[in-house]
């Protein structure tokens, strides 16, 4: 992603920190047995107001995706849901001599709660 010149004009912090989170497309009427299974990404960077991560797949721009985010000092998951809301298509990685789209999305959180937001706060120093 390309850094803006100027003043930096988030409200919150952003901490590059290796992080593990699982995430899936949001269903939001679906039963259990009828959700899709969760993927597990690494998060590059984190904020009170979103993430990023790298992913094999494209997903749509606004995709509605739901997140469980291990926190270090946390014992339960950060769970909350986030809409996409950047898609770069950073590199290229072969395996078996195929080339395989890495795509890195950042997404903006639209439901989280107030203290896992604060629990975000803490872990970024902000």
């Given amino acids: 992603m390309a850094q803006e010149s100027g003043p930096e004009k988030r409200k919150y912090k952003r901490v590059n920190r290796r992080l593990t989170a699982r995430v899936r497309p949001y269903q939001k009427n679906k039963k259990p047995e ?3 299974k969760w993927d597990i990404v690494t998060i590059r960077n984190l904020s009170a107001t979103g993430v990023s991560f790298n992913y094999t797949q494209k997903i749509a721009l606004d995709t509605i ?3 469980k985010i291990a926190l270090p000092f946390t014992a339960e998951p ?3 849901l986030g809409q996409i809301c950047r898609i770069d298509e950073e590199t290229m990685i072969k395996i078996k001599s ?3 789209p890495i795509y890195w999305i950042a997404v903006r959180f639209i439901d989280i709660d107030t ?3 604060e ?3 803490k872990l970024t120093g902000h």
């Fill in 34 to 36: 009828e959700s899709v």
């Fill in 65 to 67: 995706l739901e997140f």
């Fill in 78 to 80: 950060l769970h909350c």
């Fill in 98 to 100: 195929r080339g395989i």
């Fill in 115 to 117: 203290d896992k937001k």
């Fill in 119 to 121: 629990a975000i706060i």
